[in-house]
């Protein structure tokens, strides 16, 4: 099968030397890439700034903003059959960025945000995809619930919930997977490699199920 995988975060830029972006490390997403691989799959990794070594043998697109991440994942996500979306995209960007270095003023500051593009929820939207779409949920509390409005929201086959006081920049994780038709699994803490095998294993047996039934495409839920 062809995996794509987002990993990492975003940076999104204030003025030519400032940007805003999250603690993500980029290793949940580089070990579900390895592991993939490792499995016999293909690979494409699109990631935001890490100080990671991506793997050898996965195709590699570097981004940095959440515009570049939507862009290159709606380039490459119809040639895949697993998208796995890891990365902890910016929901809010400037609402404009400064071309020359801002300057300290007295008194406060205050910046306009606007949202980012979704892309995870533009890949749901899609009526007839023909890719299995996994989403990723970091929480920090009501982790079961939040997921599963997330699932819903954005139309997913697949969401891997973690609760970031765990897994936010460490190498162990611990996740609860919620399918579409309600089932749920729970993985307990463990290295985030180890975790990554377990989760290749249950995309790919997923989008074989799905895929099998006569190479059906997952339409939109209304
Ligand atoms: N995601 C995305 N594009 C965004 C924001 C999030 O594709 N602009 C994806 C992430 O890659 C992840 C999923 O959406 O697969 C959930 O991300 P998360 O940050 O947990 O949730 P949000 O939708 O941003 O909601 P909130 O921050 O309110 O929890």
Do not use: Q, W
Request: aromatic share 6%; net charge positive; glycine share 4%.
């Amino acid at each position: 099968m062809r995996f794509l995988v987002t990993a990492g975060p975003t940076r999104e830029p204030i003025d030519p030397v400032r940007y805003i972006s999250n603690r993500s490390s980029g290793k949940m997403g580089y070990a579900i890439a390895e592991a993939a691989l490792d499995a016999g799959h293909e690979v494409i990794l699109i990631s935001g700034p890490v100080h990671l070594e991506p793997p050898r043998l996965a195709k590699f697109v570097s981004v940095s903003t959440s515009d570049e991440m939507f862009d290159a994942v709606h380039r490459h996500a119809n040639d895949s059959n697993v998208c796995v979306l890891c990365a902890a995209v910016a929901d809010y960007k400037p609402a404009e960025v400064s071309p020359v270095k801002i300057k300290k003023r007295a008194g406060g500051m205050s910046l306009k945000l606007i949202p980012t593009h979704d892309t995870l929820e533009s890949l749901g939207r899609r009526r007839s995809r023909k890719f299995l779409l996994v989403g990723f949920a970091a929480e920090t509390n009501d982790v079961e619930e939040n997921a599963a409005e997330k699932l819903r929201a954005k139309n997913c086959d697949i969401i891997v919930a973690n609760d970031v006081r765990v897994g936010m920049e460490s190498d162990e994780n611990e996740v609860v997977i919620l399918f579409r038709d309600a089932a749920i699994r729970k993985i307990s803490r463990a290295p985030k490699k180890i975790l990554a095998c377990e989760l290749v294993k249950i995309f790919s047996e997923f989008a074989t199920k799905v895929f099998d039934k006569k190479n059906e495409t997952i339409t939109e839920r209304n």
